[in-house]
């Protein structure tokens, strides 16, 4: 069953970053699917499926991702891939920069809740809490993506 939404909305797809032994330049721009009027997948019992990568923006080094898995509260998420890679769920406190990392921000509570990735310069979250729709949070170094295009994503889900 799908369910049209209201579309995505979030912070600039590029940033200034700094390279390693460089100055600042401009980080890659990948194509970001949400458009208004989209649909938004509803699952039940436990499936693979490919959800819509909403946004992503690379930062030189990870991109950085936001995965909408769908309406309604979900149980869970088993197992993530991007573009074929297995990504392991984040790990506070842990330097995850070679493998990459997921963490699920909301479950599909009706409040929803933000993706901490993504700060405005006083530090507060920006974009969409995702009020009622399941998403996930996805990190990604660049020799799996470069940021240029958004990856394939694969999830197990309970929905």
Not at 26 to 51: C, E, H, K, L
Not at 62 to 75: A, F, I, K, N
Not at 141 to 152: E, V
Request: no cysteine; glycine share 14%; charged share 15%.
């Amino acid at each position: 069953m799908l369910h049209n939404f209201g579309g995505i909305e979030f912070v600039p797809a590029e940033i200034s970053v700094r390279a390693y032994g460089k100055g600042s330049s401009t980080s890659a721009v990948s194509v970001n699917a949400a458009r208004y009027n989209d649909f938004v997948p509803m699952i039940y019992g436990t499936a693979w499926y490919n959800p819509p990568v909403v946004f992503g923006r690379n930062d030189g080094n990870l991109t950085r991702m936001e995965v909408l898995l769908g309406l309604g509260e979900m149980q869970g998420v088993l197992t993530v891939l991007v573009n074929g890679y297995e990504i392991p769920v984040g790990v506070s406190g842990r330097d995850m920069t070679g493998t990459g990392w997921y963490n699920i921000p909301t479950l599909g509570t009706r409040t929803g809740a933000f993706d901490l990735n993504f700060l405005d310069g006083s530090g507060q979250p920006s974009g969409d809490p995702y009020g009622s729709m399941a998403y996930l949070s996805v990190v990604v170094p660049n020799r799996i993506n470069n940021g240029t295009t958004l990856p394939k994503v694969t999830v197990l889900v309970q929905g």
